[in-house]
């Protein structure tokens, strides 16, 4: 004889699960940002590298010789200019997490920089460095009656004085970072250290760099990611010149894109993936740690 309970089980209809009410608005209010992703993120990448899709793009790219002095430059870039400015960072977060009421105060003023929009900011800088009317070279001729140099002309000097922008710029944002991660260091480890006689180097090494050490080199490799396509450090201030000798990755497409040139401009957008895609990997598999 069958069980009741087993031929009542097998003849139940399959249970249909339906959707409540959240998972309906969830579903609906997600649709507009797939919608922008796919218009402003995905078509135009897939229509970049569609258009970066012929060989003779890389090899018309690889012959100008402006090339390999973006890439070197690009190189420097990231190199000098990140890892001073996260060193920096690092310094002054430990400065301004003091509670004196001066450095409060003189917080707000340094932060100021980061705030403030990009272009009117880098466009005061170029007129203090113009030769003949900046204040820069007037102030050096009040005091010394000699003529100031000609500090953009200079591909060197420009190159710097382009890292330097992006470190003020930018110096700002990456020490808040570090001092939201010095404040998530439990005091007590400090306070034990300090009754132990420890000294401020030794609670650095032993206390402060080994809880902010994931942050730090995370934060490195995401300012390196957003360093290679940030153009305005370098299009703002010296244009790419003098003679194109201060281009960046970021820039060098501008330059094609105003020569017309529109397959090298994807094509010198698409040879940074060698760069960017490392320091995704690297900085995703930090994360998962």
């Not at 990448?45 to 010789?65: N, T």
């Not at 190189?75 to 430990?94: C, E, P, T």
């Not at 420890?198 to 609670?203: D, E, G, I, V, Y």
Request: glycine share 4%.
């Amino acid at each position: 004889m069958s069980n009741p309970s087993m031929t009542l089980s097998s003849n139940a209809a399959p249970v249909v699960r339906t959707a409540t009410q959240w998972e309906f608005w969830g579903r609906v209010l997600v649709v507009p940002y797939i919608l922008v992703f796919l218009v402003f993120v995905l078509y135009p990448v897939c229509y970049g590298l569609w258009l970066a899709r012929h060989p003779e793009s890389y090899v018309q790219l690889f012959d100008d010789p402006i090339f390999f002095r973006t890439a070197v430059n690009t190189v420097i870039f990231l190199v000098v200019a990140i890892n001073f400015k996260m060193m920096l960072a690092m310094i002054l977060s430990g400065f301004f997490i003091q509670t004196r009421w001066w450095i409060k105060a003189l917080s707000v003023v340094f932060i100021l920089p980061w705030a403030l929009p990009s272009i009117p900011t880098i466009l005061s800088v170029r007129f203090m460095l113009n030769p003949e009317w900046g204040v820069i070279n007037q102030t050096i001729f009040r005091l010394t009656g000699l003529d100031g140099p000609n500090w953009l002309n200079d591909p060197t000097l420009a190159l710097t004085f382009s890292m330097l922008m992006h470190v003020w710029k930018s110096l700002p944002f990456w020490t808040l970072i570090l001092i939201s991660a010095r404040l998530a260091i439990p005091a007590e480890q400090y306070e034990a250290a300090s009754v132990d006689g420890a000294t401020s180097w030794q609670k650095f090494k032993f206390i402060t760099w080994p809880s902010m050490r994931t942050m730090y080199i995370t934060s490195t490799i995401l300012s390196m990611i957003w360093t290679l396509g940030d153009f305005n450090s370098v299009y703002l201030l010296t244009g790419g010149g003098p003679a194109d000798l201060t281009h960046v990755l970021a820039t060098l497409g501008i330059r094609y894109l105003r020569l017309d040139q529109v397959d090298l401009a994807m094509a010198s957008i698409v040879v940074a993936l060698p760069l960017v895609l490392p320091l995704v990997y690297f900085m995703m598999k930090r994360l998962s740690k």
